[in-house]
């Protein structure tokens, strides 16, 4: 009488690690059949984990109903699909060992709430309870990907290789548009050179381009950058005290003073001695010693703001 309970206690063993094999035969085949993403009911998610399994798996929980009206996830569906598809090329013994699996909210509400889970989406990887692949700490809580790189399926594939046997052979598809759009811009390029080649090989423009870089170069511009200095002060302040220290918008007035004393310099030595008028001459030399005298007086006066000592002033 005593036979038959113990014979039954000793087939115990058996039974579970038949149910086990049948459960991974059927995860096997649910995942074969849908691009390596097995799409879940209450049904399979108990089964994808069952308490002896003796694989690993990452589930993503969603809710692509158009009601739930949830567009993260419908956005994040397509990379998730995507790093399940490539992880089903790889060689069987390590594909069966891990897999890839959705439950949408409206097939599985009752998982939802069993896990308390408040929003989509989100991707639990569950490790291995037994065999080989369980953790050397014992740990069998699941471990939630962080979405700090975005929807991308590169930084998915990336992480989520850390929980499968070998890592996974994502490879990010061919950016057509990026071709295309550079092949466009190329095209514009080539066709305008021929309309703004004579622009570009004018000696004016040029010159206009070295003038004004070596004004705004001389009047701090790189110090400002360098040192990550303001455009102003924090009361309006645009001059900063002492040699030292420089606000952006000295750079802008430093250099249109500089600027407009370089053009009545100009004037001067250029165009003033050749015109034929001795009134137009006279005023136009009465106009540009008049600019450079007001320009060097506000020059001086910044200077003096600068550093308080200077004694010397010229009109300002």
Not at 56 to 64: D, E, R
Not at 94 to 109: E, G, L, P, V, W
């Amino acid at each position: 009488m005593l036979l038959l309970p113990f014979l039954a206690l000793l087939s115990i063993p058996f039974c579970i690690a038949g149910s086990a094999d049948a459960a991974h035969e059927k995860l096997i085949k649910l995942a074969a059949s849908n691009n390596g993403v097995i799409k879940l009911d209450e049904s399979t998610f108990n089964l994808l984990l069952t308490p002896n399994r003796d694989w690993s798996a990452s589930i993503h929980f969603t809710a692509l109903d158009p009601r739930r009206k949830c567009g993260p996830c419908k956005e994040f569906d397509p990379s998730f699909n995507t790093v399940g598809k490539a992880w089903s090329k790889v060689p069987a013994e390590h594909r069966n060992a891990h897999f890839f699996a959705t439950a949408d909210f409206d097939n599985t509400m009752a998982v939802f709430q069993k896990l308390g889970l408040q929003s989509a989406p989100i991707v639990q990887n569950y490790p291995a309870i037994e065999g080989p692949r369980k953790p050397a700490n014992g740990r069998t809580s699941p471990i939630v990907y962080d979405f700090g790189n975005g929807f991308d399926a590169g930084p998915l594939a990336e992480q989520l290789s850390q929980f499968t046997p070998i890592p996974i052979p994502y490879k990010a598809p061919f950016d057509y548009a990026r071709i295309a759009t550079a092949a466009g811009v190329l095209l514009v390029i080539a066709s305008g050179v021929r309309a703004f080649l004579p622009i570009l090989r004018s000696r004016w423009l040029w010159a206009a381009g070295t003038v004004v870089t070596s004004l705004v170069m001389t009047s701090g511009f790189m110090f400002v950058r360098i040192r990550g200095m303001p455009q102003s002060g924090g009361n309006g302040q645009w001059i900063a005290p002492g040699y030292q220290n420089q606000f952006g918008q000295e750079v802008q007035v430093v250099s249109l003073v500089y600027g407009l004393l370089a053009a009545a310099f100009l004037m001067l030595t250029v165009v003033t001695p050749y015109q034929t008028n001795a009134a137009r001459q006279r005023l136009q030399v009465y106009l540009w010693s008049g600019v450079i005298l007001v320009m060097f007086s506000v020059l001086i006066s910044l200077f003096r703001v600068k550093n308080r000592g200077y004694p010397f002033k010229l009109l300002l």
